[in-house]
């Protein structure tokens, strides 16, 4: 059964960076297609990037492409969300997850889960 731990969630202030980790045990990682998604007081989970099996593509949320980056290291079974230039709207529980296949954004569609990493974005 797949295990999956988030880390590096924390209070920051508008216009910081932060780094989010993933660590998943108990899968074939490389075999997964990852992803981020959050979710914020009073609203639904939304996907925020996702990453093929290899690395070579990634898929963002518009509102994030131009500030956050996913990447994943495949021999430490880990995958990051590098989040920049943050603001107080990007405040959210953040979830790692994962899926068989590539593409499926939604969270139904996804395989494991994580517990998420709370951010929290002060203006």
């Known amino acids: 059964q797949g295990l999956l731990v988030e880390s590096g969630g924390g209070s920051v202030q508008a216009g910081d960076s932060k780094r989010l980790s993933c660590a998943v045990s108990g899968l074939t990682f490389s075999r997964y297609s990852m992803a981020w998604f959050r979710q914020a007081p009073g609203k639904e989970r939304e996907f925020v990037a996702g990453i093929s099996r290899s690395g070579a593509r990634t898929y963002y949320l518009d509102s994030v492409k131009s500030r956050f980056t996913i990447s994943r290291d495949n021999a430490k079974n880990t995958v990051y969300l590098q989040m920049n230039s943050l603001k107080p709207e990007d405040t959210a529980v953040y979830y790692c997850?994962?899926?068989?296949?590539?593409?499926?954004?939604?969270?139904?569609?996804?395989?494991?889960w994580g517990k998420g990493t709370l951010v929290t974005v002060s203006s």
């Open positions: 997850a994962a899926d068989l296949r590539e593409s499926r954004w939604s969270p139904s569609n996804m395989n494991y």
